[in-house]
């Protein structure tokens, strides 16, 4: 039984998987040529752009950046807009793909790095504490997660930024949780750039990334990496147009042609369909779990606010030790440690537990999975007593 969709989703659906086969089987170029495969592959990626413009909400296609992944697409944003002295506001529930680039540009490039803290209770960030650290003085950028992939809270992303951005801050979403199941627009979330990536929400393949950009906000970022694009060759400066300014290399067209069908596979179904299935079933497995005696919940009970992910921690046992019961006793594999951000775990109290242990459902996780999952933690929950 698979329970670690927070990573990335699985099974995915028969389309992506047939996209990615087809495009191994008969794919043959990058999309940058005259003759027919490229032709053919330059209209895959075209669509696959299209699909997800749809999905995220902007009206041009050529502000949909397809990238490697969501590490990728944050970590263009850092690296390419921050400069010394720029003052930066990031939060204790980012991931390491925000907090290590962050931590290094602190080193390297002297930017100042305000965190802002969370409500255990609740599993929101403090929007009092960030209007505070925005009148203390100018801010480039606040980097804000669309939902914890601890807690499984969903933020108030679009009321924050819009005090990000009555302070002249940008505002940098990861929607890493979110895009794909849960609504996920760029004007929605109030974002000037949105990170996202293909392999969990979307159902696309690992290895597959989404950066959008607000029209206009690519001048302010550079690229992460420079080379190729099939466009303007006679220049050796980076071409600035978009998408091309930040896809150099090779395309990775085996992901993009499954990307593509996920894409279109959202589409069909609907965010919005796809959240209210998800929200049913993390509702009931929250529920059923906080009935369970001796069991600490991370994820608060907030029903339809928690995005497909609920973190516990069995006192006296250690979470990868709890995984690992849970794997081997009962067929159930999940995630433990600290997920990538130990801040969250930190302001929790959980680090000298090893972290907690994850369950996170999808759009494939089935009603006796969930009832199979809700009896084998209440068992090891009683063996750990």
């Given at each position: 039984?698979?329970?670690?969709?927070?990573?990335?989703?699985?099974?995915?659906?028969?389309?992506?998987?047939?996209?990615?086969?087809?495009?191994?089987?008969?794919?043959?170029?990058?999309?940058?040529?005259?003759?027919?495969?490229?032709?053919?592959?330059?209209?895959?990626?075209?669509?696959?752009?299209?699909?997800?413009?749809?999905?995220?909400?902007?009206?041009?296609?050529?502000?949909?950046?397809?990238t490697?992944g969501?590490?990728?697409?944050?970590?263009?944003?850092?690296?390419?807009?921050?400069?010394?002295?720029?003052?930066?506001?990031?939060?204790?529930?980012?991931?390491?793909?925000?907090?290590?680039?962050?931590?290094?540009l602190?080193?390297?490039?002297?930017?100042?790095?305000?965190l802002?803290g969370?409500?255990?209770?609740?599993?929101?960030?403090?929007?009092v504490?960030?209007?505070?650290?925005?009148?203390?003085?100018?801010?480039?950028?606040v980097?804000?997660?669309?939902?914890?992939?601890?807690?499984?809270?969903?933020?108030?992303?679009?009321?924050?930024?819009?005090?990000a951005?009555?302070?002249?801050?940008?505002?940098?979403?990861d929607?890493?949780?979110?895009?794909?199941?849960?609504?996920?627009?760029?004007?929605?979330?109030?974002?000037?750039?949105?990170?996202?990536?293909g392999?969990?929400g979307?159902?696309?393949?690992?290895?597959t990334g989404?950066?959008?950009?607000?029209?206009?906000?690519e001048?302010?970022?550079?690229?992460l990496?420079?080379?190729?694009?099939?466009?303007?060759?006679?220049?050796?400066?980076?071409?600035?147009?978009?998408?091309?300014?930040?896809?150099?290399?090779?395309?990775?067209?085996p992901?993009?042609a499954?990307?593509g069908?996920?894409?279109?596979?959202v589409?069909?179904?609907t965010p919005?369909?796809?959240?209210?299935?998800?929200?049913a079933?993390?509702?009931?497995?929250?529920?059923?779990?906080?009935?369970?005696?001796?069991?600490?919940l991370?994820?608060?009970?907030?029903?339809?606010?928690?995005?497909?992910?609920?973190?516990?921690?069995?006192?006296?046992?250690?979470?990868?030790?709890?995984?690992?019961?849970?794997?081997?006793a009962?067929?159930?594999?999940?995630?433990?440690?600290?997920?990538?951000?130990?801040?969250?775990?930190?302001?929790?109290?959980?680090?000298?537990?090893?972290?907690?242990?994850?369950?996170?459902?999808?759009?494939?996780?089935t009603?006796?999975?969930?009832?199979?999952?809700?009896?084998?933690?209440?068992?090891?929950a009683?063996?750990?007593?």
């Open positions: 039984m698979y329970f670690d969709n927070a990573a990335t989703s699985f099974p995915r659906p028969e389309s992506v998987i047939r996209a990615v086969e087809g495009w191994l089987r008969s794919g043959c170029a990058a999309g940058r040529g005259g003759h027919a495969g490229a032709v053919d592959a330059a209209q895959l990626v075209q669509r696959c752009r299209s699909s997800l413009a749809a999905i995220l909400g902007v009206s041009s296609p050529r502000q949909v950046v397809l490697s969501c590490t990728e697409s944050l970590n263009t944003v850092l690296l390419g807009l921050l400069s010394a002295g720029d003052r930066v506001i990031a939060s204790e529930l980012d991931h390491n793909s925000v907090l290590r680039p962050l931590a290094w602190e080193r390297t490039r002297g930017i100042h790095l305000d802002l969370f409500d255990a209770g609740t599993g929101l960030l403090d929007a504490q960030l209007e505070q650290q925005l009148d203390a003085g100018p801010v480039r950028l980097v804000l997660t669309h939902a914890s992939n601890v807690t499984g809270r969903v933020q108030r992303v679009s009321e924050l930024a819009a005090l951005a009555s302070r002249g801050a940008l505002v940098l979403v929607a890493a949780q979110t895009a794909g199941h849960w609504p996920c627009s760029l004007d929605g979330l109030g974002a000037d750039f949105l990170a996202l990536p392999h969990k979307l159902c696309g393949p690992l290895g989404v950066l959008v950009f607000r029209e206009g906000r001048d302010l970022v550079s690229p990496k420079f080379g190729g694009t099939g466009t303007e060759s006679e220049l050796l400066a980076q071409p600035e147009r978009m998408p091309e300014k930040f896809e150099s290399g090779n395309l990775n067209m992901g993009i499954g990307l069908a996920a894409a279109d596979w589409l069909e179904r919005e369909l796809l959240r209210a299935n998800l929200v079933k993390t509702d009931w497995l929250l529920a059923e779990l906080g009935r369970i005696s001796g069991l600490r991370l994820t608060p009970s907030v029903p339809g606010e928690i995005c497909g992910i609920v973190s516990f921690v069995v006192p006296g046992l250690d979470a990868h030790e709890a995984a690992m019961v849970l794997e081997q009962f067929g159930i594999r999940c995630r433990a440690g600290l997920h990538c951000a130990p801040l969250v775990h930190r302001a929790l109290g959980t680090e000298s537990a090893g972290g907690a242990v994850r369950l996170s459902v999808g759009e494939f996780t009603e006796s999975e969930l009832a199979q999952a809700v009896s084998a933690v209440g068992e090891l009683m063996v750990a007593r």
